[in-house]
């Protein structure tokens, strides 16, 4: 039985690495991370929990996801 591939995400990304965000985090990723999503596109942020205002900077960009710091 023929099982298509799951297409990444646009090569297109709606986020720039070192480009800040103002963002609610609005997850808990299994890790424990706060996460949020940007058009769709998940982002990781460390230290963070659901219902965080905080402003982030991107600092990896992978094919599904991305990571950021919250800056001050």
């Known amino acids: 039985m023929y099982k298509p591939r799951r297409r990444p995400f646009s090569s297109r990304k709606p986020v720039e690495l070192g480009k800040q965000y103002d963002v609610e985090i609005t997850e808990t990723s299994k890790r424990g ?40």
């Open 33 to 72: 991370e706060g996460l949020t999503r940007i058009q769709g596109f998940v982002i990781f942020v460390p230290g963070t929990k659901p219902g965080d205002h905080v402003k982030i900077e991107i600092t990896s960009i992978r094919s599904r996801f991305a990571t950021a710091k919250v800056v001050e």
